[in-house]
């Protein structure tokens, strides 16, 4: 049994805000009391009730009211004593008790100095005494426990007689668990490719003899810038998959000497790699095509745009500003900057002599998802971005295997939105916000896009800039947001 003196000494208030965890035996003292004095305890217990449980938005303080309502039927040389807990399955939290004392109990209290003066004023004579009403906030920051599910507001009901404590229900109301942003991760399904064409491209720098058209394999380095080519045709030309349906050749020649001369000799150089590369396949005729740019001043520009050549913005002025003819503008350079020419022509115009060439070639679809999981794993460079879709189909969220297939896609379509956007979607279900963000700069600016922003932007909690992204993927059709937007509202109290 305890005493009143025990009762309102122990340390179960909050202070300040400072919580005490107190561990409190949740069952009925037994004790030997008339049967009808433990029911006047038990009487009360429907009476105290929590009036409303809320949580902040991020889940770190939950606040909640309640009605601590006295015993009415208490006599006069009795104590009601009501101490509310915050429960967890393995933790309670016992708050500062209220209590009700009879005036005979106050006095007798006071005389044997348990009460002082300024206690007496906590009673009321019966007939009088009053609901409280209590609002109390729980800080995660307090109260480790917090989360823990389910939490309750527990009542213990105690009548305190001339020394001893009759009774010791507990009555308890269920509190809400925390529910935060729950986000549901969109992909977009890729639009279905007709026909996969796909492409291969290189640059080759052939030396030729001075004003000679004619490929020699043999002169300086030209064996390997011919094997090159074959390489970068052989690639695609054995495999079963594949259809090649163009090769398109481009030959560039630097602004060294005349621009007719030039013009002639790209040509013929042009023309020359063609049929070099005709007489090695057997591709038709109407499967090469060609075209030779004289003089490849783009390519000039380029290199002094990055270079630190002191004459370097003089040399650009001409050439953008000039209006010159290609003859009397190479003529000027050379006449006015002839230290930086001759450094020009021994080591960037033997640069701008090249041969550029493309290989456009046609993949077979694939239907069969066992082959389609295979070549994610094989021959991604073969799939489109739907036939990735439908792997990730066959494989549970989460898995290794599904966020292989995005990683994947996105490392064959590192430009493509759709693959950045579902990357980032990926990201965002592993908890990579930072590769999410990084994928979303990519992905457009679509209704999907900008709900997948939403999601990013509400995982990092900013719940107001996510609601307005919502709103926005709403507005472009994405019937998800409706949802979206619906928690948003919950989390900020609107």
């Known amino acids: 049994m305890k005493t009143i003196r025990n009762i309102i000494r122990k340390e179960l208030s909050i202070v300040n805000c400072q919580l005490s965890i107190v561990h409190f035996p949740l069952s009925i003292v037994h004790c030997q009391w008339p049967l009808a004095l433990l029911l006047l305890v038990a009487a009360g217990a429907s009476a105290q009730t929590v009036t409303n449980a809320r949580w902040n938005p991020d889940g770190t303080v939950l606040t909640v009211d309640y009605d601590l309502v006295p015993q009415e039927d208490v006599k006069s040389n009795y104590s009601y004593i009501v101490t509310p807990m915050l429960c967890s399955p393995t933790d309670t939290l016992a708050l500062e008790p209220q209590v009700w004392r009879g005036a005979q109990n106050a006095r007798k209290l006071h005389r044997a100095h348990i009460l002082n003066k300024v206690d007496e004023g906590s009673y009321l004579p019966l007939g009088e005494m009053e609901t409280v009403h209590r609002t109390s906030a729980f800080s995660a920051n307090d109260v480790r426990w917090l989360k823990d599910s389910p939490l309750s507001m527990a009542f213990r009901l105690e009548m305190e007689g001339c020394c001893d404590v009759i009774g010791g229900d507990v009555v308890a109301s269920a509190l809400p668990a925390y529910v935060g942003y729950q986000p549901h991760f969109v992909y977009l399904q890729p639009q279905v490719e007709a026909v996969k064409t796909r492409a291969l491209s290189g640059q080759a720098f052939i030396d030729f003899v001075v004003n000679r058209t004619d490929i020699r394999p043999d002169y300086r380095g030209n064996a390997a810038e011919l094997q090159k080519i074959q390489n970068t045709i052989d690639s695609v030309r054995n495999d079963a998959d594949i259809q090649v349906r163009k090769i398109t050749i481009k030959g560039f020649a630097s602004p060294e000497g005349g621009y007719q001369a030039n013009d002639r000799l790209a040509a013929g150089r042009t023309e020359a790699l063609k049929n070099y590369v005709a007489e090695l396949y057997d591709f038709p005729a109407s499967a090469y095509e060609t075209d030779h740019v004289a003089e490849d001043w783009d390519g000039l520009v380029a290199y002094l745009e990055t270079s630190d050549l002191g004459s370097r913005d003089e040399i650009l002025d001409i050439i953008r500003n000039s209006g010159l003819e290609p003859d009397a503008m190479e003529w000027r350079i050379k006449s006015r900057h002839q230290r930086d020419y001759q450094y020009l022509l021994q080591n960037v115009y033997p640069g701008l002599r090249h041969s550029d060439y493309r290989i456009e070639y046609v993949i077979r679809g694939f239907s069969d998802i066992d082959e389609i999981k295979q070549l994610v794993k094989s021959q991604p460079q073969k799939l489109s971005l739907q036939e990735f879709f439908l792997a990730a189909q066959e494989y549970q969220a989460g898995s290794s295997d599904f966020n292989e297939v995005w990683d994947t896609a996105l490392r064959m379509y590192p430009q493509d939105e759709t693959a950045n956007l579902n ?59 409706a949802d979206a937007i619906a928690q948003m509202q919950r989390l900020l109290g609107n």
Not at 434 to 448: E, F, I, M, V, W
Not at 456 to 480: C, I, P
Request: aromatic content about 6%; charged content about 15%; hydrophobic content about 40%.
């Open 423 to 481: 990357a980032a979607v990926n990201a965002l279900s592993r908890g990579d916000l930072s590769r999410a963000q990084g994928c979303l700069q990519k992905a457009g600016n679509s209704a999907h896009a900008q709900y997948a922003r939403g999601v990013l932007a509400a995982l990092q909690k900013d719940y107001t800039g996510a609601l307005s992204l919502f709103r926005q993927a709403q507005q472009g059709g994405m019937s998800e947001a």
